[in-house]
């Protein structure tokens, strides 16, 4: 028994150090912690918050808006997971004045619940408890949390640090599928997977966040922030092979906002849409294309912001 | 508890210390241990059904002490077919009731009388049909008189829960578990270090290549119309491997698990994809449950004694029966009946025993013969695993027709680089080993400390960097 355990002991300990060191390095090499110390370091100037998914995230950097600006955005966001941060942060930002919820079409039929791979995150980075009870042991370590997932960020660092780079934002250029198959949308016709993104449907979670996103507005209305509903660039493709039913739900939400004083709908999924090279996939914008849709997002926030209502 | 979870690897070497180290001088202690770590494993998913699973073996634990008391055939027989009853009726509630009318109804509508049928929401308790077999050879085992029935409430509950092995087997038979919690257990290094081994190689065979596999082959299942044939054969093919991977993987994981306890379970898997016919396929693949229905079903059928008739019709027996244990579906049926029409002119030919050793014994590589013969029979077995996948049978009967269309023969349209490398570890490891028990099956060979363990730290490598997205075991389900 002794020489089983010593044996083991000698054999698991250079797996135990290269944990260790795997956890080091992904606690201090994310986006979720680069944008929760920006957001610490300054709330007390923040006027815009933006909410969403990747497609948001991808779609607007920061670095490119001229009022500070908490980027809330993350890779896999659903309304759910939104709320729960905009709950958590509301109080703590004295200057917001204007918040983004993503209304792309896959916004509404999403929701995480307790299993959501990404719930450590928010809990370690934000302080948000998405899961049906007190947080699991699992999850309070990113190593544990996701082991694979985290020692592939960790090699993948190492060797090519600059793939996985981001600002003070923690906005991160998306290198995407197009690319890699030189935009040849044909290419794109016989896979699949690139053609016909977010087809699912859960109407339970879509029930649940258009009563969500109403509660935010209302909220919102009642703190005299305004609510921006934004659908960022789509690449032609993914516009084409929408899934109709789920188009028109989301649709008739946004039907119910166009006339409410202080919610704005600003749909851009079209605006690009034959820009082939200013998209990383058939939803998301690459850098180049970020940085023409961050500028341009930029001046309608302004303008916003400076009450003129050319945007209503 | 999932065994490729961090709470996994946090409760084995917690029950591990205390079995060895504080309960190991009492094997009542020991029993007892491990009978409350199985119900923690358990209840880990849904403490509620740590009832159910207390009630179905207490059936069977009283049944066989009242067995013991009674020798009229009469009273026997009732008390052996209560403990069927108890345990299949909790079974079919479970698992069948929601199947069973939607049939009815379906069958009525069809005939022309539209009846409303109603649907419960039943959860399945997990691993419910693993448990309630192993619990049924309990009780057939005492009746036949092949087994004294116990008087330890302890050992037996540590039999019926026994963590390892609860929620997917293998599906012990109390004649081979029972006897082991009732003798002391010493704790033998070499066997402890070969479990080791073989836990490793089967996170291997879960995280690298099922749930790798997993990925193409629910996204090619999920969009069956989009893919040309090329790629519907792929995702066939990797469903096979995801399947195996995932099956065989928690085999082995149990069963170097057992062995850490000082346990030895039955095998469960040996290979079976070198099979060079079906036969020899179902002699390879979850060896536990084909047993178990040879044992409990096939043979008190007359097994192959009768005319040729009455073999064809046990053996469809048994393949439905088979086929049905691990679903309610239709497609699971026909899954079963596939391979009984597969299996059936063997037998009836009397060609079911040709292949009883390994393929290519004393040889690296099999013959032309052989490889034609193992090819054929994995390409079967894929075929009919396109049943097993599929949502319904037409959903498997279109997967088949788009895979059979002029587009066979085109590039598939996946980049498959990240799975195909996993798959062929796999079968190269496995090749090598075939004679062994595992693919990291060591004992007895002089490999140099170095050489084994820069062997382990590369496949503890690949799974944290190759391993595919935590899914489920598929067997969990059934």
Known sequence: ?312 | MLFNSIEFAIFLPIVFGLYWFVANRNLKLQNLLIVASSFIFYGWWDWRFLLLLIFSASVDYFVGIALEKTSDLKKRKILVATSILVNLGILGFFKYFNFFVDSFVDAFTLLGVPLSGISLKIVLPVGISFYTFQALSYSIDVYKKKLEPTHDPVAYFAFISFFPQLVAGPIERATHLLPQFYTKRTFDYAKAVDGMRQILWGLFKKIVVADNCAVFANRIFDNYTDYSGSTLLIGAIFFAFQIYGDFSGYSDIAIGTARLFGFSLMRNFAYPYFSRDIAEFWRRWHISLTTWFRDYVYIPLGGSQGGTGEKARNTFIVFLLSGFWHGANWTFIAWGLLNALYFVPLLLLNKNRINTDTAALNRILPTLKETLQIVITFFLTTFAWIFFRAKNIGEALAFTKGMFSKKLLTIPSEDLTKVIIPVIILVTAEWLQRNRQHALDFEGRKIYRPIRWATYYAIVSIIFLLGGQQQEFIYFQF
């Open chain 1, 1 to 312: 028994m002794k020489r089983f355990l010593l044996l083991s002991l000698v054999f698991g300990l250079p797996i135990l150090l290269v944990g260790i060191s795997v956890e080091f390095y992904n606690r201090n090499h994310n986006t979720y912690k680069a944008k929760a110390d920006y957001v610490e370091k300054n709330k007390d100037q923040i006027e815009l918050a933006i909410f969403g998914s990747s497609q948001n995230w991808h779609a607007i950097n920061p670095e490119y808006l001229t009022i500070k600006t908490a980027p809330f955005a993350h890779g896999g966001g659903a309304m759910n997971i939104d709320y729960l941060v905009y709950e958590r942060f509301k109080a703590e930002l004295p200057k917001l004045k204007a918040i983004v919820f993503e209304i792309s079409y896959q916004s509404f039929e999403r929701k995480w619940n307790s299993n959501w791979s990404n719930n450590h995150l928010f809990w370690m980075y934000y302080g948000i408890n998405n899961y049906d009870g007190p947080v699991p042991l699992s999850e309070r370590l990113l190593i544990t949390a996701n082991p694979m997932a985290y020692s592939k960020k960790f090699i993948q660092g190492i060797r090519h640090p600059e793939r996985s780079a981001y600002n003070e934002f923690g906005y991160m250029p998306r290198n995407g599928s197009l690319a890699r198959i030189k935009y040849d949308t044909s290419k794109i016709y016989s896979t699949p997977s690139l053609k016909r993104r977010h087809h699912k449907t859960n109407l339970n979670a879509y029930q649940f966040n258009s009563d969500l996103l109403n509660k935010i507005i209302h909220d919102c209305i009642a703190m005299k922030i305004k609510v921006i509903l934004l659908s960022p660039p789509k690449f032609y493709i993914y516009n084409r092979h929408m899934e109709a039913g789920k188009l028109k739900r989301r649709n008739s939400i946004l039907d119910n906002y166009k006339n409410i004083d202080q919610v704005y709908i600003w749909n851009y999924e079209r605006t690009f849409e034959f820009k082939n090279e200013w998209f990383a996939d058939p939803d998301h914008l690459n850098d180049e294309g970020s940085k023409q849709f961050s500028k341009i997002f930029n001046e309608r926030v302004l303008s916003l912001m400076e009450d003129s209502g050319i945007n209503k």
